[in-house]
Nanobody, 124 residues
Framework: QVQLTESGGGLVQAGGTLRLSCAAS????????WGWFRQSPGNGRDFVAA????????VYADSVKGRFTISVDDADNTMYLQMNRVQPEDTAMYYC?????????????????WGRGTQVTVSS
């Protein structure tokens, strides 16, 4: 069982930056995908970004492309989400996820492991 723990959320002004981290309890798979999702009150959980565990291929939601950067430190089993030029609509609970395999996926049900989330609030 892999446990994921997010950190780095908080309150930030519009236009500011924030960096989220996700630490995995262990590295057990030769190939897996890390993902970030977010969920605001009353809405479903939306895809933000995903990256291969080796830091290679990555994919972003159109809403964050060019502003957010996903990265991974494979040696430390840690994934990051650098959030630049944040906007009030980025306010949400951000969840880290992982799936076993070598294909980037955007759907919630494709992911096997989830963290408990970290809250990001962007003030206008």
């Amino acid at each position: 069982q892999v446990q994921l723990t997010e950190s780095g959320g908080g309150l930030v002004q519009a236009g500011g930056t924030l960096r989220l981290s996700c630490a995995a309890s262990k590295s057990t798979f030769s190939s897996f995908v890390w993902g970030w999702f977010r969920q605001s009150p009353g809405n479903g959980r939306d895809f933000v970004a995903a990256i291969m565990s080796n830091g290679g291929d990555k994919v972003y939601a159109d809403s964050v492309k060019g502003r957010f950067t996903i990265s991974v430190d494979d040696a430390d089993n840690t994934m990051y989400l650098q959030m630049n030029r944040v906007q009030p609509e980025d306010t949400a609970m951000y969840y880290c996820a992982a799936r076993v395999g070598a294909i980037l996926k955007r759907q919630v049900h494709e992911y096997d492991y989830w963290g408990r989330g970290t809250q990001v609030t962007v003030s206008s």
